[in-house]
């Protein structure tokens, strides 16, 4: 069974044209960095606003974890089956699923950024301030640079669920790596499904690497260096902020 | 709601068919994640492997692993058996760093007091540490219910029947209130069962209450 797959992966006929691996594999990427992207502008800068200034942190900690319970799969064709009517043919399928990609992806950037910002040492913040810093140095100078690994860990795992659900999307009839797992599925064709998983599997697994290198350059070393903590699981700091509320 | 109305026994079926779905991993994940959580936490040099290992499994998509399993288990692609074991895989996942993390908490003040008192090896274990920990594991424990039930619904997409069916159906026929019939009842169950291990945990830890009190 497993041979199969891998001559599945191995046949050169299946990267090339528009169902191929190379095209399909661009499609995911798409999808997911553009909800990304959405993702980014909305979280971050709301989440540095309330840590920094502490404004609404109960409501988010709340619906943070609300959104967790919602399940992915029935949102995704809930919102199709609703609206795909009343959009364009072009964005019908794709409009829809990028919403809910971007609903997906927030929570955890959000709830990150703003746990980073409120975990800084009361000490660092408030020498800050003693130097005369205004509110935005504070932010920027001290709170962001010290908050960089949580919010980086938070991207993380929000690309990763944007990634999973992205093969789900293939389902309400979108391209990407999900294709070749639902199309399998139906044609029966376990090498195709079982190839299509690996991909989004070694697909997920790298971009999380990428990111994790990333991290270990962009965090100032003050902050890693020898007084590493490990960065906290994203999933695990909300739940324990929602415990402190 | 008329799907509710003219198919109660399918919906009742999938609603037992999805608890016992999202609750069985879980247990399994806690009992599989103690003993290695408490490695990682007595033996400093094992954490960073353990957890770095953990991490990376968490990372796989869940549909994806769904389909792998059968070329790993040598199940049948339609088997619950596949989601059992990919949803204990990742609870597993997230609850080693949760035990590990929980029992690093416990101050080692606490622990020498404890010693002095007499308590030696697993009975310390039993009796203090893990006590303490209690928050802390709970909290991952609602993380990694809460999170399965929605993931148990994509097994839907491989035709394992749950909730998840109340979507496919839903989009098969093209009816928006079947699907969101699934939401509510998936949305439901998440709510009922993080509210009982928050009970359970409050159970568990009495000390905490009295602390508050004073």
């Known amino acids: 069974m497993i041979g199969n797959v891998f001559d599945w992966l191995a046949d050169g006929s299946h990267w090339s044209g528009e169902d191929g691996i190379t095209n399909r594999l661009i499609e995911h990427l798409q999808y997911s960095f553009g909800a990304l992207v959405f993702v980014l502008i909305i979280g971050i800068p709301l989440g540095l606003f309330i840590g920094h200034t502490g404004k609404g942190a109960v409501a988010i900690a709340g619906s943070a974890n609300a959104l967790r319970a919602l399940p992915t799969f029935g949102l995704l064709v809930y919102v199709v089956i609703q609206f795909s009517g009343d959009l364009p043919a072009d964005w019908a399928y794709l409009g829809p699923s990028l919403f809910v990609l971007v609903v997906l992806g927030v929570p955890a950037v959000l709830s990150n950024t703003y746990a980073g910002v409120q975990n800084v040492d009361p000490a660092a913040r408030d020498a800050a301030r003693g130097m005369g810093m205004t509110g935005w140095q504070v932010l920027w100078r001290v709170e962001v640079p010290n908050a960089l690994p949580l919010i980086l860990s938070g991207v993380r795992s929000s690309m990763l669920q944007i990634i999973a659900t992205a093969t789900v999307a293939a389902y309400v009839t979108l391209g990407g790596l999900g294709r070749f797992m639902i199309d399998g599925l139906s044609q029966q064709d376990y090498a195709q499904m079982a190839g299509g998983a690996i991909l989004v599997a070694v697909l997920a697994v790298a971009l999380d690497l990428v990111m994790a290198v990333a991290q270990r350059y962009v965090v100032s070393r003050g902050i890693t260096g020898r007084y590493a903590r490990p960065a906290p699981n994203a999933d695990v700091v909300a739940a324990e902020s929602r415990l402190e509320v | ?214």
């Open chain 2, 1 to 214: 709601m008329n799907y509710l109305k003219n198919n109660p026994d399918n919906v009742a079926q999938w609603f037992f068919a999805h608890l016992w779905l999202s609750v069985l991993p879980v247990v399994v994940g806690l009992v599989v994640a103690l003993p290695i959580g408490w490695i990682a936490s007595r033996y400093k040099w094992s954490y960073p492997p353990i957890t770095n290992l953990a991490g990376l499994l968490y990372t796989i998509p869940s549909l994806a692993l769904f389909i792998i399993m059968p070329s790993i288990l040598g199940t049948k692609i339609l088997s619950p058996v596949n989601m059992v074991v990919a949803l204990s895989v990742y609870s597993v996942a997230l609850l080693v760093r949760v035990v590990a993390d929980g029992l690093n908490s416990v101050a080692p003040d606490v622990r020498a007091a404890a010693t002095a008192m007499g308590f030696t090896g697993f009975s310390r274990f039993l009796k203090v540490d893990l006590p303490i920990a209690v928050p802390v594991i709970t909290a991952g424990l609602r993380v990694a219910t809460v999170s399965n039930v929605s993931l148990v619904s994509i097994g839907a997409l491989i035709g394992v029947p749950q909730l998840g069916s109340l979507f496919t159906t839903g989009f098969g026929r093209y009816i928006p209130g079947i699907v969101l019939l699934g939401v509510i009842l998936c949305l439901l169950l998440a709510l009922v069962l993080d509210g009982l291990i928050l009970l359970g945990s409050r159970m568990l830890t009495p000390w905490q209450r009295a602390v508050a009190k004073r």
